[in-house]
């Protein structure tokens, strides 16, 4: 059962994030998250990058379940099927990725609260409408646009998940300098990965057709399309033969 405080809570905590994203979106344009190569002073303690993703990840994984579970559509095949999509990305991202990455660095703590506070959002109102908010027809699994967006999703997660590969394998263990990550998509473009995150959080909003999912994906560009253009400039200066016509996220494009 859902209460009508509930449903007006979850649509606020919604509109909220898509309230957010562009203030956010414009703040990152100018201040770019201080991980990872965008590292600076300032910023107070860091802990180890691995325990970082670990720690801040782990809610959309294990909340996620959770408040999954609590639902009374938990067994019904398309909330399944929307919760198997989600856990096929943050499984990955929060228990595989972590361990595969050449981490030397630290990452500062506030931004690991941050972006676990932001998980915890995130998980409740996600996992909220999929196995209880919402309601799905026995149908819609057929429906076009779970078909399209769970599609958009897997292509998504696959360019993600290649693209991450290729930057770790430009280390070897204990190696923590950049090179210029060449091939595939890397051709066209500085940041296939943030592009395949944005295909797989449109991709699973219009499977869910959920004002949460696509809040979630509008807060995804808001923080991956500043800092695909600040990785961009951030190549260009670093590397004086960093091919010019190089876009940050869309080939031709930006
Ligand atoms: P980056 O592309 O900055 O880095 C990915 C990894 O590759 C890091 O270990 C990085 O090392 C290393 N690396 C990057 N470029 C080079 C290079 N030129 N030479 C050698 N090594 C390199 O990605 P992020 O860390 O920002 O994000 C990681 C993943 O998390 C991505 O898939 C992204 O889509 C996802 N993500 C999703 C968000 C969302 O809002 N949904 C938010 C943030 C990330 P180092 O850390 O030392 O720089």
Redesign the pocket.
């Known amino acids: 059962m859902s209460t009508i405080a509930e449903i007006d809570l979850h649509l606020w905590l919604a509109l909220l994030m898509i309230g957010v994203a562009p203030p956010v979106f414009v703040f990152l344009l100018f201040r770019t998250a201080p991980y990872?190569?965008h590292e600076r002073r300032g910023f107070g303690m860091g802990i180890p990058?691995r325990v970082g993703w670990v720690v801040m990840e782990s809610p959309a994984v294990l909340l996620f379940a959770a408040i999954y579970f609590l639902g009374d559509h938990r067994f019904q095949t398309a909330p399944l099927a929307l919760l198997f999509l989600w856990q096929l990305h943050y499984v990955q991202?929060t228990f595989v990725y972590p361990f595969r990455?050449?981490?030397g660095?630290t990452m500062p703590l506030l931004i690991v609260l941050s972006a676990l506070l932001f998980n915890v959002w995130n998980a409740y109102i996600n996992a909220r409408f999929i196995s209880q908010l919402g309601s799905y027809s026995e149908g819609w699994l057929a429906d076009p646009r779970f078909v399209a967006g769970t599609a958009l999703f897997l292509v998504g997660w696959g360019i993600?998940l290649r693209a991450?590969s290729i930057?770790?394998a430009?280390?070897r263990p204990g190696e923590?300098g950049?090179?210029?990550?060449r091939g595939w998509f890397y051709d066209r473009i500085c940041?296939p990965?943030?592009l395949g995150?944005m295909l797989e959080w449109f991709g699973f909003a219009l499977a869910a057709w959920s004002l949460a999912g696509l809040a979630f994906a509008l807060f995804?560009v808001a923080?991956?399309a500043p800092?695909a253009l600040a990785?961009r400039r951030w190549y260009l200066e670093t590397f004086p033969d960093f091919p010019r016509e190089r876009k940050a996220l869309i080939p031709y494009v930006i």
């Open positions: 990872g190569r990058g991202r990455i050449r981490a660095r993600n991450d930057l770790i430009l280390r923590r950049y090179s210029i990550p940041c990965n943030y995150e995804t923080n991956l800092r990785n």
